[in-house]
């Protein structure tokens, strides 16, 4: 029973353990076997649906003495350079088991870049690579590195980069993705899966015939998991924590957030700590408020910042309006405008992460957003 206190059954904010891991069987198998076979792989969706968590979980199941999976998140990365020092220093560390011999492997593979190497109190946390970036033959060493370890290792590399789209806002993101993709397209022994939190940026970085990553990779658009399989997780969840809930009050927890994946085990969350032994209604619907109110200043502050058309537009989805913003009647009805000021409203809230489009579709990104703006904002 202690280890059941110690752990919560459910888990959101993080990336989740195999067993709190839902469904996402189809999307696993395939990213293994694009894992074991070398394909490129660009992993799309919106934030917080799981992308990480599958990551996480096929890496356990791929990663072996012979295939390498090497995961580094760029979101603190301003700049190319400190992309290349994350990238040489994660690589480094990853494809070696203890601390001494990333000390060895630092030496091997960047002595001619004449690196300076330091390490401090805590290696895991203290250990870094400084290079002499104003020497341009550097970074593209550096970018071959992973085909380099690879070769010298008799080992086949997958390089997994959490927030690819922060690339996006360097200075002259467009010719640093050309370098990227002219060094990468050239190696054998090494391949990328390339992910990150903003859908439209990352659609745009891979789908674009005149970007430099057009056709990559193989593109999985991450779909939603059906209500059935996070049905079947939500009881059993509760069930190994010895507390019982009906599979009706679990589907109106995946309901009511549209199954979204972040929200579903947070609604749960929220409905366990109330429950002594068997969820009630009335627990679920105090789950609902509570969920409500913790996310209520994070929501007023959207508000604070949106225009008087752009709250109108999003009064149009909550009225189930989701294509057609330019018929006569929808912008009459809703007043948001010209034909043209649509266009921009749609760009500012997708640029924004408020709104999601999908073949065509807009819909609210935060389904639980979506609840408390129509409860909250007056029309």
């Given at each position: 029973?202690?280890?059941?206190?110690?752990?919560s059954p459910?888990?959101?904010?993080?990336?989740?353990?195999?067993?709190?891991?839902?469904?996402?069987?189809?999307?696993?198998?395939?990213l293994?076997?694009n894992?074991?076979?070398g394909?490129?792989?660009?992993?799309i969706?919106?934030?917080?649906?799981?992308?990480?968590?599958?990551i996480?979980?096929?890496?356990?199941?791929?990663?072996?003495?012979?295939?390498?999976?090497?995961?580094?998140?760029?979101?603190?990365?301003?700049?190319?350079e400190?992309?290349?020092?994350?990238?040489?220093?994660?690589?480094?560390?990853?494809?070696?088991?203890?601390?001494?011999?990333?000390?060895?492997?630092?030496?091997?593979?960047?002595?001619?870049?004449?690196?300076?190497?330091?390490?401090?109190?805590?290696?895991q946390?203290?250990?870094?690579?400084?290079l002499?970036?104003?020497?341009?033959?550097?970074?593209?060493?550096?970018?071959?590195?992973?085909?380099?370890?690879?070769?010298?290792?008799?080992?086949?590399?997958?390089?997994?980069?959490?927030?690819?789209?922060?690339?996006?806002e360097?200075?002259?993101?467009?010719?640093?993705?050309?370098?990227?993709?002219?060094?990468?397209?050239?190696?054998?022994?090494?391949?990328?899966?390339?992910?990150?939190?903003?859908?439209?940026?990352?659609?745009?970085?891979?789908?674009?015939?005149?970007?430099?990553f057009y056709?990559?990779g193989?593109?999985?658009?991450?779909?939603?998991?059906?209500?059935e399989?996070?049905?079947?997780?939500?009881?059993?969840?509760?069930?190994?924590?010895?507390?019982?809930i009906?599979?009706?009050?679990?589907?109106?927890?995946?309901?009511y957030?549209?199954?979204?994946?972040?929200?579903?085990?947070?609604?749960a969350?929220?409905?366990?700590?109330?429950?002594?032994?068997?969820?009630?209604?009335?627990?679920?619907?105090?789950?609902?408020?509570?969920?409500?109110?913790?996310?209520?200043n994070?929501y007023?502050q959207?508000?604070?910042?949106?225009?008087?058309?752009?709250?109108?537009?999003?009064?149009?989805?909550?009225?189930?309006i989701?294509?057609?913003?330019t018929?006569?009647?929808?912008?009459?009805?809703?007043n948001?405008?010209?034909?043209?000021?649509?266009?921009?409203?749609?760009?500012?809230?997708?640029?924004?992460?408020?709104i999601?489009?999908?073949?065509?579709k807009?819909y609210?990104?935060?389904?639980?957003?979506?609840?408390w703006?129509?409860k909250?904002?007056?029309?």
């Amino acid at each position: 029973m202690r280890d059941k206190e110690k752990h919560s059954p459910f888990v959101f904010g993080g990336s989740t353990s195999s067993e709190m891991f839902t469904d996402r069987e189809e999307e696993a198998k395939r990213l293994n076997l694009n894992f074991e076979h070398g394909i490129n792989t660009i992993l799309i969706s919106p934030r917080r649906w799981g992308k990480t968590s599958l990551i996480q979980k096929v890496r356990k199941i791929a990663h072996s003495d012979t295939l390498k999976i090497v995961c580094i998140d760029v979101f603190a990365c301003k700049c190319e350079e400190d992309f290349y020092r994350l990238f040489a220093v994660e690589l480094i560390k990853q494809t070696a088991n203890k601390w001494e011999e990333w000390m060895d492997n630092a030496k091997r593979f960047l002595s001619a870049l004449v690196p300076k190497i330091s390490v401090g109190i805590d290696p895991q946390t203290d250990f870094s690579i400084s290079l002499d970036f104003s020497d341009k033959k550097i970074n593209e060493e550096i970018l071959k590195l992973p085909q380099k370890i690879a070769e010298e290792k008799d080992i086949t590399i997958v390089v997994c980069f959490d927030e690819f789209q922060q690339i996006a806002e360097f200075p002259e993101q467009v010719s640093f993705q050309k370098k990227l993709r002219s060094v990468w397209q050239l190696q054998n022994k090494v391949s990328y899966c390339l992910f990150g939190s903003k859908k439209h940026v990352l659609s745009t970085m891979f789908s674009k015939q005149s970007m430099p990553f057009y056709k990559f990779g193989d593109i999985i658009y991450l779909q939603k998991i059906k209500t059935e399989d996070w049905i079947s997780f939500i009881v059993q969840r509760f069930a190994v924590s010895g507390k019982l809930i009906s599979e009706h009050l679990s589907r109106e927890i995946c309901t009511y957030v549209e199954n979204h994946s972040y929200y579903v085990q947070q609604l749960a969350w929220l409905t366990w700590i109330r429950t002594e032994n068997e969820v009630q209604s009335e627990y679920v619907e105090a789950a609902k408020i509570d969920l409500l109110q913790q996310n209520s200043n994070l929501y007023y502050q959207y508000v604070a910042e949106l225009t008087r058309f752009q709250m109108n537009f999003l009064f149009a989805i909550c009225d189930n309006i989701h294509t057609n913003f330019t018929r006569k009647e929808v912008l009459n009805t809703y007043n948001i405008g010209t034909s043209t000021n649509v266009q921009r409203i749609k760009k500012s809230l997708e640029d924004r992460e408020i709104i999601d489009i999908t073949d065509g579709k807009v819909y609210f990104n935060d389904p639980v957003f979506k609840l408390w703006f129509m409860k909250n904002v007056r029309r």
